[in-house]
């Protein structure tokens, strides 16, 4: 059996990375795989008995796969009031600028918040880049997801966050980090899902997708209506939640794809919990990571599979 290990020095090959300060909070990395001096990284290691010298702790892989069992306490992250997750993919042209505007805006609120940039294998300067990223107020942290896919990053990032309010949006800031100023009272107020919503009343398309992905996205949507009802749009990438709601579905997900969202949300509603809907002001970035030929072929398989299980449930 594979086994989670906390390594000082250099990680093994493909391996699932974490970087953490040896204080065990927070995240620095200066690379997807190299060290930061005065970190250990986290890494999974098919066979540990190749783990080396160097190894200080180990835990057994089903932390990471899915299940009811608790991360590694060197991977959570310290309490704030609000922690934002940004899943990131070969990002380095799109998420510097992305980044510099959402500290500017937290570091502007009252209440205590952080980021996280979850890299999804890059292979450009995605982690250098965003590594170098500092405030002096709202901490950036950098961790790793070896498992391809949105879901699998957003997943990772909610399981190893200690805030009150956790929620995650994309790297190209298409949805403006303004919107929080809807979204935050709504959760303070008793709200424990809130997200944005291109199709909602008074939702501002600024710059349309192409007409083709627009018929795409129509046709999609009447498959999605039967899994999750009620929600005009699940696919923005801006969600947020209650802490403890967030933590308490993720290890139930397992898409790792685009229709992540859709099983979240469905989660979400089978506990009972209200999904609120906020408008936003929506422009299409060019550099998406979507292919709309696999990518989309994949979400709508995953989308017939959940429905399938809700139907047999």
Same mark, same amino acid.
């Given at each position: 059996m594979g *086994?989670?290990? !906390?390594?000082a ?9 974490f970087q ?8 620095a990395?200066?690379g ?8 250990v ?7 540990? &008995?190749d783990?080396?010298?160097?190894a200080?702790a180990y ?6 796969? /899915?299940?009811?069992? *608790?991360f590694?306490a &060197?991977?959570?992250r310290?309490?704030c ?9 070969n *990002?380095?042209?799109?998420?510097p600028?992305t ?5 500017e ?10 980021i996280?940039?979850?890299d999804?294998g890059s292979?450009?300067?995605t982690v250098d ?27 990772r990032?909610?399981r190893?966050s ?8 994309d790297?190209?800031?298409?949805t403006?980090?303004?919107t929080l ?13 809130v997200? /944005? ?16 992905r627009?018929v /795409? /996205?129509m046709a999609?949507?009447?498959?999605v ?11 923005c ?10 933590r308490? !579905? ?6 790792d ?5 859709i099983?979240?949300?469905s ?9 609120? *809907?906020?408008?936003?002001v ?7 990571t979507?292919?709309?030929?696999t990518?989309? &072929?994949r979400?709508v398989?995953d ?5 399938h299980?809700?139907s047999?449930?």
């Amino acid at each position: 059996m594979g *086994e989670i290990l !906390v390594q000082a020095g250099q990680p093994a090959a493909d391996a699932d990375l974490f970087q953490v300060p040896a204080d065990g909070f927070g995240a620095a990395a200066d690379g997807f795989g190299a060290v930061a001096d005065g970190a250990v990284a986290v890494a999974y290691v098919p066979n540990p &008995a190749d783990a080396g010298d160097d190894a200080v702790a180990y835990v057994p892989d089903r932390a990471v796969a /899915g299940d009811d069992l *608790e991360f590694p306490a &060197a991977l959570l992250r310290p309490a704030c009031h609000l922690e934002l997750l940004i899943p990131s993919r070969n *990002e380095a042209r799109r998420l510097p600028s992305t980044l510099t505007r959402t500290i500017e805006y937290l570091e502007a609120q009252t209440y205590s918040s952080s980021i996280v940039v979850i890299d999804n294998g890059s292979i450009d300067h995605t982690v250098d880049l965003a590594s170098q990223v500092c405030s002096p107020t709202v901490p950036v942290s950098v961790i790793g997801c070896a498992q391809p896919g949105k879901g699998a990053a957003v997943r990772r990032g909610i399981r190893t966050s200690r805030a009150r309010f956790v929620g995650y949006m994309d790297a190209d800031l298409a949805t403006p980090i303004e919107t929080l100023d809807a979204v935050i009272p709504l959760l303070e107020n008793g709200c424990q899902a809130v997200v /944005g919503s291109r199709r909602t009343d008074g939702a501002v398309l600024v710059e349309r997708q192409p007409f083709i992905r627009v018929v /795409g /996205g129509m046709a999609f949507r009447v498959m999605v209506n039967q899994v999750v009802r009620g929600v005009t749009d699940t696919q923005c990438g801006f969600k947020f939640f209650a802490g403890d709601l967030a933590r308490s !579905v993720a290890p139930m997900l397992s898409i790792d794809g685009f229709a992540f969202d859709i099983e979240l949300l469905s989660a979400v509603a089978r506990q009972g919990v209200a999904i609120t *809907e906020v408008p936003v002001v929506w422009s299409n970035k060019k550099g998406s990571t979507l292919r709309a030929k696999t990518d989309g &072929a994949r979400a709508v398989a995953d989308v017939l599979r959940l429905a399938h299980r809700m139907s047999a449930s």
